[in-house]
C-alpha cells in the first residue's frame, strides 16, 4: 500500500516548525543558562576581590588585630564558596519532567549516562562534606536544615556585613556595594532556579514530539510509492532510506529533548563542577592560600 | 470537483507564516511573563534579607526594644507578602480579550478547564482573607478600597521607610537601596501589566485564524485531487489524511492561542500561585517563624 | 496566455522574505513602544511615590507649613502628568511618511479610520486645555512656547528638586535618586521619539511592496496555465482564486503597513490616552485626592 | 543548451539564507546605530539640565558671580556641543570596505550619490569652524591634535567637573551623577565606533555575494529549460522574466550591501547631522539662548 | 544506479536547519565577542580618565607632591594597558575543540594560515616583555605565577584604589566610582571567557556536520537520475554540477565552523591586539606622554 506525497509534505511543515523551535529555544536556554553561571563567576571574582580590600580598621570602633581581621574576611569568602556548591547541589536535583525521572527505558539508560559521561565521572563527594569544608559547623548544621539553603546562606552575608558596617569597619559607601553584590547573587541563583523550574513549556515540546511520531510513521507509504517508480526492486531499495530520514529526524528531536534542561547533570550540561572550582580557585589565590585545589580536567571528553 | 494544489500551497505560506510567529509571540510573551516572575522572586529575598539587615537602632533618636524593632521588620515583609498575592489577583482578573470572556462554547469550555486543570485545583481562598493575614486590618481596608491596591501597597513602603529614614533607624544608604528594591518592584508589576493589558496585536492574531480557515477549508479539495491518482478508492482514502492535516494545523493555531495570556488561570500558566508561596517559606524562614507553610505541589501534573 | 509557474515562485521567495521581514520588525516597532510606555508607567509610580515620601521639613534651613509642602508635592506630581499629555501629543503629530500625510485616497481613508476607529474617537480636548489643568498660567505659556516642550517640563522638574535640594528639603540621596528618574523619563521620551521619527528604513519598505505588486502581476498567468490542467473550464475557475490569492497577500502587506508607525493616532496603536489616565489616577490616589476621573473605556473595540 | 532546475534550486537554497542573513543583519547594524544615537540624545538632554541645575555658589569656597556661574555652565555644554560634531565627523570618515573606498565604478557612483542624495546635500562646513563655535581657541587647536578628538574632549570634561568638585560647586553626588553621564557618552562613542570600524563580516558578506551571482549565472540555462515546454517561442519569451528575477536578487543584494555601513554618507544612513541639531537645539533653549538654530529639513526626501 | 530525489530533499531540510543554525549562531558568537572588545574599550577610557581626574591632595592626610601623585596614576593606567594585554593572550592559548588542537591535515593548515594571514603576521613580542614595560618588576613576576594573571591584576587594583582611599586621595564616591569601574572589567574579561571556554555545543555542531555528510554522500546519486533526462550524455555533464553544489554546502559549513570561536588567532578573528594598541592610544594621549605609539595596521587585508 502507498500514498501519495502530499499529506506528508504537509505535516512535515508543522514538524519542521515544531522541531526547529524546540532546537532553537532549547539551545537559549543552555546559552542563558551558561550567561548565569558566567555571571557568577564575574560576581565571585568581584566579592572577593571586594571583601577583601574593603574591611578595614581605620574608623572601627574597636579595631581587630589583623589576624582576625584576616578571619572574617575568609570567612565571607570561604561562605560564599560554600553558596556555590549549595547553589550547584540544588540545581542537580531532578525535577518530574526530567530524563531521570520517567519510566522504565529512559530512566535507565538516563541513569547509565550520568555515571558514564555525566556527573558520575567525578566523585564530588556529598554536599555535607564540602560545606564542612567552608562552613563552621555550627553554621553548616543551622543552614542546611532550611528549605532554601542557597537563599538563606546568602541572607546570612547580609547580615554579616551589616554587622561590619555597624561596628565601622566597612563605610556607607562599601557595604551598599557590597550588598550591591549579594543581591546580584540572588538574581543568578533566582535566574538559574527559574530555568530548572520551569521547562520548555509542554504544549509546544508536546507538539513537536507527536507531529514528529505522526510524520515517521507516515514517511513509509510515501517512501514506497516514491521508490516503486523505480521498479519492482525499489520498494526494497526504499528501506534503508526510510531508516536512514528516521534516524535523522528523531535525532533532531532528541537534540532538542536533551538540551532543553541544562542542570540534568549529563554529558552537555553547563559545566558546574569545573566554574565552582575556577571561583574557587581564584578565591583562594586573592586569600594567598599555599594549597591551591587543581581544576577539573575533562573525563572522556566530558567536562562537568 | 477537485482543484489544483498549487493556490493551496500559496495559501499555506502564509499560514505558515502567521501560525509560526503566533506560536513564536506567545511563547516570547510567556517566557517573559516567567522571567518577569522571577525576579519578583529575586527582588523579593533581597528586600526580605536586607529589610531584616538594615534596620538598627544604632543612630535612631528615639530607640525601640528588640521586640517593637522586630516587628517593624516584620510588618515590612509580610505587606510584601500581600503585594506579592495582591499582585497575582490582579492579574487574574479576565480581560475581554481571554477566553473566559468570549462567546457561549469557548467560555464554558474554558470554565470547565479553569476548574478542572488551573486556578480551580487550588482552593485559594479570597483575596481579602490572605490580605487579612498580612496586613493590620484598618489598613487592609483602605488600600483595598484603591483602583490599583498593589501601586498603592508599595506607596505604603515608600511611606513607612521614608519615615525609618527620618527617624533615623536607616541611613540614606541603606534607605536609598531599599527604595531601589521598591522602584524594581513597580518595574515587575509595571511590566507583568503590560503583558496582561496588551495582547498580541489583533490584525496578527487574526490573520493567522482566517488564514487558516481558508486553508482548512480548500484543504479537502486539493487532496481530492491528489489521491484520485490512486485510483477511484483514492478519494475515500483521502479522507482520514485529510481530518488528520486538519487536526494538526487546528492545534498549532490553538497552542498560539492559549499560550498567548499567561495569565488566564489555566494550566499553561505562570504558577504565581507556587511562586508567591516559594517566598513566603522563604521569607517567613528568614524571619525565623515556627510554622513554615508547605510548598504548592502539583495537582494532576498542574502546577498554579 | 499563459506562462510557467517556476519564474513566479522564485520571486515568491523575496516576496516571503521582505513581506515576512517588514510584519516581524513591524511588530517589534510596536511591541518595542509598548514597552517603553510601560516603563513610563513604572518610572511614574516611582516619582509619584519617591516625591510624596522624599520631600521633608526635617533639615530644611526655613520649613514650610503642612500645606505648603504639600503644595510642593502636588506641583511636581502635577507637572509630571502636564509631560505625560505633552509626550503623548508630540508623538501624535504626524510625519511626512504616515498614512495621514500621503495623497489623495490613503489620506481620505485614514482621516476616516481616525475619526472612527481612533483618536477621533475620544475628545480629549486640546493640549493647552489639559495643561492648563496641570500647569501654573504662566509656566505653561512659557513651557508651550518651546520647539520641544516635553524635555522642557522634565528641565523645569530638575531645576525645582534641585532647588529643593539646595534649601535641605531633600538630602543628596533622594535628590540623586529623583534626578535619576527624571533622566530615565528623558530616556523614555528619547526611545519613543526614536520610534516615531525613524520609520522602518525605506529600502526595506519598498522592496516589501515592489516584490508584491510584480508577484500579484504574474499570479494570474501562472494560475491560468495551471487550471488550464482541469479542462477549459478551468481557466474561468481560477479567477476567484486568483483574486483570493491576492486578497492574502495585499493583506499580509498592510498588516506590516499599519503596524509600523505605532504613533499614529490608529486603532492598533499605542493606548497612550488610557495610559496617561492610569498614571493620572494612581497619582492623584497617592495625592489623597477625591475626585478620581474614571479610565478610559473602549469604544467600539478600540482603546486609545 | 539547457540544464533541469534541480541544481540551480539547491544552490538557490543557500542564496536564500545568505541573502536573508545580510538583509537581517545590515538591518540590524542600522537599528542598533539608531539606537546609539537615540541614546546620545537622551544623554545630552540629562547633561545639559543636570549642569544647569547642579552648579550652585552654595558651599563653594570662593562664590563666583551669577555671570561666571552661567559661563561655567555655558562652557560645559558648548563642549558637549563640540563632542558631537566631533563624533559625527569622525563616524563619516571613510573605512577600507565602504563603496567610497572600492575601485572605480563603485566608488564614482557613490561619489556622486554622496552628493545628490548624500552629505552633499548639506553644506555643513568645516569641523574646524563648527568646534570654533564651540571650544575656546587654545582648547579647540589642543583638543583637535589628538589621534581621537571626541574621546579627549569628553577627558577635558571629566576633568573640568572633577576641578568644580574640589572647588565644592558640586556636591560628591552631583559630581558622581554627572561623570556618570559621562562615561555613558563614552559608551555611546565606543558602540558607535564598535558599528563603524567592525564591518559584518567579510566571510559572510563574499558568501552573499558569490553565491547569488552563481545562481544568476546558472538561472537562464535552467529558465529556457522551462520555457521550452510552452514550445519554441517559449526560449526567447526566457528572456524578460530572467532579466527581472535577476534584478530582483540584485536588488536583494544591494539592499543588504548599502545598510550595513550606517555612517556612510549616504541617503539611508542614520541623519546624523539632523540629530546633532536636535540636540543643540534642546540644549541652547536650556540655556535660554536667543538665537535658537533651525532644525534640519529634508532636501530630495533625504535627511542627513 | 540512481535514487529518487525525494528522501535526499527530506535529509536536506535537516541539514539546512543546522547550517543554518551554525551559521547564526557561530555569527552571534563573533558579534557578541566584539561587543564585549568594545565595552572593554568604553570601561578603559573612562578607567583612564577617571584616574586621572579623581585622584587629589586636597583631603589627603600626608599629601604628595605633584611628580608622585602622577606617578601613581600612571601606575594605575599602566597595570590596566597590562591587563588588557595579559586577557588578549590568555583568551589565546588554544582549547581542545578549536582547530590547532585538531589531528594531522587541520591542525597543519591552521598553523599555516595563522602565520600568513593571522597572529603570525604581528611580531607582537612576548607577553612576558610587554608586561615588563607596563608593570613594576617585582609585581609582574608575581602576578604572572597566578593561574588566572588577569584576575589578580585587577584584585591588585582594587587593593591599591582602597589604600588611596585609606589615606583619603579619593572620597568615597569617587571610590565607589572606581570600583565599579573594576567589577565591569571582571564582568568583560568573564564574559570573553565564557565565549572562549564554551564551545557551540557538540550535539548541535556535530548534527551539522553528520547530516551535511551524508547530504553530500547522497547527492550525486540523485543528481544522476535528474540529469539523465537529458539524455544519456547528461550522466556526464552532472558531474560538475554536483562538485558546485557540494563546493557551495562545504564551505557554508565552514563559514559557521570557523566563526565560530572567534579568539582563536585567525583572520576572521576579533582584532584583539588592535584594540589593546588603540586603548594604549588613547591613554597615553591621556597622560600627555610624548611617545604615542602608532596604531596597528592591516596586513594583506587582515587586521589582527
Redesign the interface.
Known sequence: M??????IS?????V??Y???K???A?DR?WEA??IW??V??SS??W???V???I?N?HAESPMSEDELFAVKKKLIYRHIAWLYTLRNQLLIPT?WEHISQNGLVAMVTRRRMKETGVGLYDDGQIENILGEFLPLDEKDRLIA???TA??I??QQ??D??NLR?EEFL???????L??I??DL??H???A??IKK?PL????GA?SFI?TG?FIFLLPF??VS??H??GEFGSW?SIP??V??CW??I??EL?GD??ENPFEGLS?DIPMLSLCR?IE??LK??LGEEH?PE?IK?KNGVLM
Open positions: 502507498s500514498i501519495p506525497w502530499l499529506p504537509i505535516i512535515g511543515t508543522a519542521a516548525f522541531v526547529g523551535f532546537n532553537n529555544q539551545y543552555l551558561r550567561k558566567g555571571a563567576v564575574n571574582r568581584a572577593g576581590s571586594c577583601k580590600a574593603f578595614i581605620k518530574p532550611y528549605q532554601n537563599t538563606q546568602i541572607d547580609t547580615s556585613i551589616a555597624d563605610d556607607g559607601f562599601k557595604h551598599i556595594k550588598q550591591g549579594l543581591n540572588y538574581d541563583q533566582g535566574k532556579e527559574r520551569f513549556p509542554r504544549q509546544y507538539a507531529f505522526i510515501g517512501m516514491e521508490f517508480k523505480l531499495v532510506f526510510t536512514l530520514i535523522v529526524y535525532t533532531m537534540i536533551y538540551s552537555n575556577v580557585i581564584d589565590e586573592m591551591i581544576g575533562a
